[in-house]
């Protein structure tokens, strides 16, 4: 049974979403259970997710649409880690101040959390935020070119470098608008989402869970994996997703646990609890 068993032992279920758990529109098989298991073994779950384009609320109504059956606390987005990472690091008496490049989805998961965002480089912005971002324009990235350079501090939500869509297609992602912004002004930003120690941190203290109990499960070598082998986490890799078994082979991020798809996982974890 592989190395399974050492799951009996974790406390905390950690899933990524796109290439995991569904792409686009389609669950895949025997996701819809693993999560039913979980719950019926008493063991906690966090959909998370470091696409920053939807709120965890649009992401909560999809998961519910989609069949799962949770609760708003199930899900984790970096968007979500972004505020939390700003309210922790922000020494002012007045609210945070953000410029945002990204979604308006972004923009409203920030503002329920208390921070201030504006639309011009023009007022005194204490952070410059980059996600996802399926509007942008030459506009907010001369905007953001302008932060940096006056000192402001480059924040983003992930590194990935592309999103996932239906059809093997995929489009650019935070990763790689940040790429052109470094390449532009030459200052790396601050990743708040996987792999970062700062998502990491952040879940094990709102969780109370200590890493070693936590289990990552994720298609994405270089973001679910190496987050879960930097921070002592149980790394878990699904092959429905980016990362095929070849790639594998060549990294130096080894899981600790492979499978083939969530249903896979599913089918073996059943084993696990049951014995």
Known sequence: ??????????????LDLDGTVYLGK?????????IKLLKENQKDFLFLT???????????SKLLNMGFEITK?????????MGIYIK??????????VYVVGTSSLKRE?????????????????????????????????DACELIRRGVPFLATNPDLVCPLDGGRYI???????????????????????????????????????????????????????MAKDSGMVAVLVLSGETRMEDV???????????????DMYEELKLVFGG
Request: aromatic content about 8%.
């Open 88 to 97: 922790t690091i922000h020494k002012k008496e007045k609210p945070p101040r």
């Open 110 to 142: 920030l503002k329920s959390m208390g921070i201030f965002v504006v639309d011009s480089p023009n007022y005194n912005i204490d952070y410059l935020v980059v996600g996802f971002d399926i509007s942008l324009t030459y506009k907010k990235l001369l």
């Open 172 to 226: 650019p992602d935070c990763g790689s608008i940040c790429i052109m912004l470094e390449n532009a002004t030459k200052k790396k930003p601050v990743f708040v989402g996987k792999p970062s120690s700062i998502m990491v941190d952040i879940i094990s203290n709102l969780k109370k869970v200590e890493k070693s109990r936590i289990a990552m499960i994720g298609d994405r070598l270089y973001t679910d994996i190496k």
């Open 73 to 81: 606390e199930n899900v984790f987005t970096s968007g979500q880690a």
């Open 249 to 263: 082979e060549v990294s130096p991020l080894k899981p600790n646990l492979i499978y083939g798809s969530i249903k």
């Open 1 to 14: 049974m592989k190395n399974s068993n050492i799951l009996k032992n974790i406390d905390l279920f950690l």
């Open 26 to 34: 389609r669950v895949f098989e025997g996701a819809r259970e693993f």
């Open 50 to 60: 470091n696409n920053s384009s939807k709120s965890s609320e649009e992401y909560y």
